[in-house]
């Protein structure tokens, strides 16, 4: 059995779609700043995690960070 996690940074997705569009890319503007990648995630970033995890049968127990190197910035 595999049991792996992903774990997302900032990923622009529907859940910011409370805040303006204005304030909104403010926000990423400012916080990609301070990434290593210097860009806000998107969804398929996170796919591409998540297909990599399920058709890798020799992992198991990995936790795969999609933060654009925001645990090391």
């Not at 198991?60 to 090391?72: E, L, Q, Y």
Request: proline residues 7%; contains cysteine; charged residues 15%.
């Amino acid at each position: 059995m595999c049991v792996n996690t992903v774990s997302p940074g900032l990923i622009n997705t529907p859940l910011w779609s409370s805040l303006d569009d204005k304030t909104r890319a403010a926000m990423f503007n400012r916080l990609s700043e301070n990434l290593p990648a210097k860009i806000v995630g998107k969804p398929e970033h996170i796919a591409n995690a998540v297909t990599f995890l399920m058709r890798t049968p020799f992992a198991t127990g990995s936790n795969v960070r999609v933060d654009g190197g925001g645990a090391i910035a």
